[in-house]
């Protein structure tokens, strides 16, 4: 029926033979190939098959894939958020090839088992797609969604086969089973044939501007990769450009059409009669032979560099030749892609991408993940994505019809981006991560407990599914009332919904919605954790590519008010952060000093935000906010350095504060480097003298409650992680400090004190270098 790679037919051949298994291999290796042919083996033998993806996207592409098959007796559905209610009924009691998220299996199918029950006795493969997205506090979830699951399986007589597949990613094996509980086989070799991809790493040269302190301004990554966007577009180069944010991505894509409009309109208005006779300047992209080359790599320190070539040639000294044809507009052929647009949209913007219709679309990483926009010539990375499994992800969306293709990484003002693009070895030959989840962490594990109990009572010989842990969990959880114990097991007695305590995206609370006030439309909504960053009083809010300015936020309601505008700036939260050590688990020397690793309580306040304009990156001024503060209970790891240490520096003049506070704001921005993370999961707090330790201290801590894993894996890694947070700081050039090394856009102090000097001499005293 299909012809396999050999990479194909081993990871087809284990799970056919009833072996748990992983494939982990490059993007457009044919993963889908490998995970398919099992699958639809389990339905041609009379049994099920359920699909799992992190995203809706990706379940709508993999059930149009499915679809063109025209395999017989398939009865392929996806059943999510999007799937009609009319449809919902007709799906659970015939379908035999189910697609849906961990969100749906969690709050839908598990508990409502008994509807599903002929649909469980037949289960015999569980695809779990795009795995490698599963890491951290929301991979832990879903790592006991997976065991609810073989759980409801286990009462309907069932033991499916596990196949996943993911981006390359280090131990897959490792990780598979720390997800899925079971002991997988691992498939990496990849056999399929691919082009070459050239790799530029880009960095935006610093302007004139000054910002706090008096620091050089570099040019934003958005405002450099929406130049990049418009250029490669106008040389017919069909680009994805990645973004980290959905702001972004609205920025990204308004100023790419805006960028692609002023140029169409200025060779217009140079565009001489048709009987002139004056030669007009020729434009770059309009005659064949004379392209728009592909960016390529720069240092971006030249001042009079200003980043790519903006296709329109200011020599005028042309020899006289045919009258160019005025350049087309082709601002149309741009457009934004993230969460939060109807999915008519989604599907309609994937359907533009792969037809041509778009030839550029900023996205977040919504579009990461196995979607097929095939044909892409170019990929722009707007800022480091977190991991090189990310990377490499997303790098590896173009060339995917085996063609040679163009990476960009745009590097954003952060330490981690600057050391990657000075020291591009960390990126290149290196293996790719692990990936960090703890599905023991006792804030993730208690509430899955309550919805596996509520499912089915949980019996004794329950626990071993479900952990080591899982016997002291259940104890606290009946101390706290949420669970009965009784000697056949433990009940679930709530009229509440159990899945309602397990929140496995980490939104928060009941989100906010967004409306607005002159018509009362409902915009959108944004995770109550979120709210007091994102829709702060003044705060920009962009939508479907309108700017709107929040008029106020009222937490009580629920409600953040919002008008139309269009300012030139963009706003960015900043909060101020208070720390207590409640437990150390493990110390060790370092330096001079001391490391640990252990439970912390943090109480965070938003205080005040940032006005940042936008195409310059110019602090336009900081203002004031009343937002109640938030307190967090989780897991840091910390460094100390005692007085006999910090002393000589204090007497030679050195800000011992400013340079803890800037090495803080620099190890924060590279840990991502070394822990499975990124620089908005994780934050600090340093101090000249810490009421628990009692000395100089600086701490940095998991932003999730109960912590994600991060803080310990730089525990792990502490002596690497920490030198290159020194040589991050030493690579910059600035001269006292800028957002490239030490400024961070979260600090509610603004950034002061701050001592660059001072930090370099801190870290090199820890780790025992000569400063």
Same mark, same amino acid.
């Given at each position: ?18 072996? /748990? ?19 639809? /083996? ?55 090839? @189910? ?8 709050? *839908? ?74 002991? $997988? ?9 691919? *082009? ?32 990049? =966007?418009?250029?490669? #577009? ?29 140029? &169409? ?30 960016? %390529? ?19 005028? #000294? ?21 969460? *939060? ?14 037809? *041509? ?7 977040? /990483? ?12 170019? @990929? ?21 019809? %085996?063609?040679?293709? +163009? ?123 979120? &709210? ?18 929040? $008029? ?6 629920? @409600? ?34 001391? +490391? ?30 009343? =937002? ?5 209970? $989780? ?37 991502? +480097? ?21 000395? =100089? ?10 912590? &994600?894993?991060?803080?310990?894996? %730089? ?29 961070? !856009?979260?600090?509610? /102090?603004?950034?002061? !004190?701050?001592?660059?000097? %001072? ?13």
């Amino acid at each position: 029926m299909f012809g396999l790679w050999p990479h194909q037919a081993e990871a087809a051949g284990l799970a056919r033979h009833g072996r /748990n298994v992983i494939i982990a291999t490059g993007t457009a290796s044919g993963k889908s190939l490998a995970y398919q042919v099992p699958a639809l /083996n389990s339905v041609l033998d009379g049994g099920t098959a359920l699909y799992l993806t992190p995203t809706k996207a990706l379940a709508a592409d993999q059930l149009r894939a499915l679809e063109a098959l025209d395999v017989p007796g398939l009865r392929a559905a996806a059943y999510d958020g999007d799937t009609p209610y009319e449809e919902r009924a007709w799906i659970r009691r015939h379908a035999n090839y @189910v697609l849906t998220n961990p969100d749906m299996l969690h709050r *839908g199918l598990l508990p409502g088992h008994a509807r599903w029950s002929g649909f469980w006795r037949r289960l015999r493969t569980v695809v779990v797609d795009e795995c490698h997205g599963y890491r951290g506090v929301f991979g832990s979830h879903v790592a006991q969604i997976l065991r609810r699951l073989r759980r409801v399986c286990t009462r309907y007589g069932s033991s499916p086969v596990f196949v996943l597949a993911s981006a390359t990613a280090g131990d897959p094996g490792a990780f598979a089973m720390r997800l899925t509980g079971l002991e $997988t086989a691992e498939v990496t070799t990849d056999t399929s044939p691919r *082009g070459s991809i050239t790799f530029a790493l880009w960095e935006p040269p610093l302007t004139d501007l000054r910002g706090e302190g008096g620091a050089p301004v570099r040019r934003p990554a958005a405002a450099e990769t929406a130049d990049l =966007l418009a250029d490669l #577009v106008l040389g017919g180069t069909r680009t994805l450009a990645f973004v980290r944010s959905r702001r972004a991505a609205e920025s990204v894509a308004l100023s790419a059409r805006a960028r692609l409009s002023d140029l &169409a309109s200025d060779a217009a208005s140079r565009r001489p009669p048709a009987s002139g006779t004056v030669p007009a300047a020729s434009v770059p992209g309009t005659d064949p032979a004379d392209p728009v080359d592909p960016p %390529g790599p720069t240092s971006g320190t030249d001042p009079d560099a200003g980043g790519p070539t903006s296709g329109t040639d200011p020599d005028p #000294v042309d020899p006289p030749g045919p009258t160019p044809p005025a350049l087309t507009d082709l601002s149309g052929k741009v457009a934004a892609y993230r969460a *939060g647009y109807l999915a008519e949209e989604r599907r309609g913007l994937e359907r533009a991408l792969r037809s *041509g219709d778009l030839l550029g679309l900023a996205t977040t /990483n919504a579009l990461e993940l196995g979607v097929d926009v095939s044909g892409l010539d170019a @990929v722009l990375i707007a800022g480091w994505p977190g991991t090189r499994a990310s990377l490499w992800q997303q790098a590896g969306r173009a060339g995917r019809a %085996g063609q040679d293709a +163009l990476a960009v990484l745009v590097a954003r003002d952060d330490p981690l981006d600057t050391y990657l693009v000075h020291h591009p070895q960390a990126l290149f030959g290196r293996p790719v991560e692990a990936i960090v989840l703890d599905p023991g962490n006792p804030y993730v594990l208690g509430p899955h407990l309550c919805a596996a109990a509520a499912e089915i009572p949980l019996t004794e010989e329950d626990l071993e599914i479900f952990g080591p842990t899982s016997k002291e969990v259940l104890a606290s959880l009946v101390d706290d009332g949420l669970l009965r114990h009784r000697p056949t097991g433990w009940f679930w007695t709530r009229r509440e919904r159990a899945t309602d305590l397990a929140d496995i995206r980490g939104s928060g609370g009941s989100p906010v919605q967004v409306v607005e006030l002159s018509t009362g439309c409902l915009l959108g909504t944004v995770d109550e954790s979120s &709210a007091h960053t994102i829709v702060h009083t003044g705060a920009v809010y962009l939508h479907q590519g309108e700017t709107f300015l929040v $008029t106020e936020l009222d937490l009580e309601a629920g @409600v953040a008010l919002v008008e139309a505008g269009t300012p030139d700036y963009t706003t960015f939260a900043r909060d101020v952060t208070e720390i207590s050590v409640l437990e150390s688990f493990r110390s060790q020397a370092l330096g001079p000093g001391e +490391l640990h690793f252990g439970a912390v309580e943090v109480t965070r306040q938003v205080v005040s935000y940032l006005k940042r304009r936008l195409q310059s990156g110019e602090i336009l001024g900081d203002e004031a906010l009343d =937002l109640p503060p938030r307190t967090l209970h $989780t897991r840091a790891v910390w460094w100390t350095l005692p007085a006999s240490a910090v002393s000589p520096l204090a007497e030679a003049g050195l800000d011992l504060g400013g340079a803890a506070h800037a090495a803080e704001h620099a190890s924060i921005g590279m840990l991502p +480097l070394f822990a499975t993370c990124d620089r908005w999961d994780i934050g600090g707090v340093s101090t000249e003298l810490h009421a628990d330790t009692g000395l =100089l201290t600086v701490f940095v801590y998991d932003g999730h409650e109960g912590g &994600a894993g991060f803080a310990e894996r %730089g525990f792990a890694r502490a002596f690497e992680w920490l030198t290159a947070t020194r040589e991050a700081i030493a690579s910059c050039e600035c001269e006292r400090g800028c957002p490239s090394c030490i400024q961070s !856009p979260k600090c509610g /102090n603004g950034n002061d !004190p701050l001592d660059k000097a %001072g930090a370099l001499r801190l870290l090199a005293v820890l780790l025992s270098m000569d400063g």
